[in-house]
């Protein structure tokens, strides 16, 4: 699995972005899919996550309401739709994967659960 993670980009406070995470094509089906983001001198966090194959997302708490994970109906894409973004949401995203038979219907919420990391996105907010 080579995650790419794209869409990331500047925007003001405010504003929407959406990122995408993909495998050249491949189907995701199989997998567990996080996105996580890391801001300068925080830990890495989970933002959103899906089980692609019980299609339960799990959120942060500060992003519940703002922030939408989904997948195209072929499961070689899964985005992450970020509405009504605040500076503090500036960071470097990643999307992760790990096989989803590990896990019974959510995706985990563990930096360290997943196997497969692709290179991150950079999403700046302006106030």
């Known amino acids: 699995v080579q995650l790419q993670a794209s869409g990331g980009g500047l925007v003001q406070a405010g504003g929407s972005l959406r990122l995408s995470c993909a495998d050249s094509?491949?189907?995701?089906?199989?997998?567990?899919i996080g996105w996580f983001r890391q801001a300068p001198g925080k830990e890495r966090e989970l933002v959103a996550g899906m089980h692609l194959t019980r299609g339960r997302p799990v959120y942060l708490d500060s992003v519940k309401g703002r922030f939408t994970i989904s997948t195209n109906n072929a499961k070689t894409t899964v985005y992450l739709q970020m509405n009504a973004l605040q500076p503090e949401d500036t960071a470097i995203y990643y999307c992760?994967?790990?096989?989803?038979?590990?896990?019974?219907?959510?995706?985990?919420?563990?930096?360290?659960?997943?196997?497969?990391w692709g290179q991150g996105t950079l999403v700046t907010v302006s106030s």
């Open positions: 094509g491949n189907s995701l089906s199989r997998y567990v």
């Open positions: 992760a994967a790990d096989l989803s038979k590990r896990y019974s219907d959510y995706a985990p919420r563990r930096v360290t659960a997943y196997t497969y």
